[in-house]
């Protein structure tokens, strides 16, 4: 990632009091687990192949998918079938403001002592690398935008005296890896409490936001990648980020 791509929150002046929209949500107002859906563009193949979108997103939380059919007089009809969520976005909606609706109310969470979890699923060559990485050019993704946000946080004289310490695993065909680490494999516990522990994960303190994505940039290079049909470049495990 480019230093050009660093300063991109600068240029869109990203700062938590800047572009924060007078209706925005916050973690006091929104339900403590979410489904969001956002709609992909058509893929260079799809449109060399003349193809057309079969999903319409509809009022902020529906996507309907449409399917053709054919009745018994082989006439040919569109049958729909809608599916709601929390929030929906279509094709044109950009980074920035699906984060600022649905993850920076997660980074004032944190902020107020809340445990906050943020995770893009899908499949291959649906748009996750894109949601959470951008595209290097100008377009950054929620890792980068939530940086800011708590870099920015930090500054605040309720929040001097703490600190941002990250860790980096993927879970690859059932097994634990260290992405910070050489890939040492891990062991998930359980603690007298309950609460999952990943046993030996490394912990490195960051100090900046440049630091923070160089640590991510670190260890999806150690990710697990392979060939598909949708991606040349297409990793093959769960990576969690914290």
């Excluded at 600190?163 to 059932?174: K, L, Q, R, V």
């Excluded at 910070?180 to 994960?201: M, S, T, W, Y």
């Amino acid at each position: 990632m480019s230093n050009q791509m660093f300063n991109q929150p600068n240029q869109m002046q990203m700062g938590m009091g800047n572009v924060m929209p007078q209706q925005a949500p916050t973690y006091q107002n929104i339900p403590k687990i979410r489904v969001i859906v956002r709609k992909r563009p058509l893929n260079s193949k799809e449109l060399q192949k003349n193809e057309q979108s079969v999903v319409e997103i509809r009022n902020g939380r529906q996507v309907v998918v449409k399917e053709l059919k054919t009745k018994v007089d082989l006439t040919k009809y569109i049958e729909e079938h809608p599916f709601t969520f929390d929030r929906t976005y279509d094709e044109n909606v950009s980074n920035e403001n699906i984060y600022i609706e649905t993850v920076r109310p997660m980074i004032e969470a944190a902020f107020n002592k809340t445990k906050v979890t943020c995770f893009a699923y899908g499949q291959t060559g649906s748009g996750k690398t894109y949601t959470m990485m951008g595209n290097g050019m100008g377009t950054p993704g929620f890792y980068l935008l939530g940086g800011y946000d708590i870099f920015s946080l930090l500054q605040l004289p309720q929040y001097q005296g703490f600190s941002i310490c990250a860790s980096f695993y993927e879970i690859y065909c059932g097994k634990l890896f260290d992405l910070l680490n050489e890939r040492k494999p891990l062991n998930a516990r359980e603690d007298g409490k309950q609460n999952i522990c990943i046993v030996g994960l490394v912990e490195k303190q960051v100090n900046n936001l440049n630091e923070m994505m160089g640590i991510i940039n670190f260890g999806l290079r150690s990710r697990t990648v392979g060939v598909t049909g949708a991606n040349n470049d297409s990793s093959r495990s769960h990576a969690n980020y914290y």
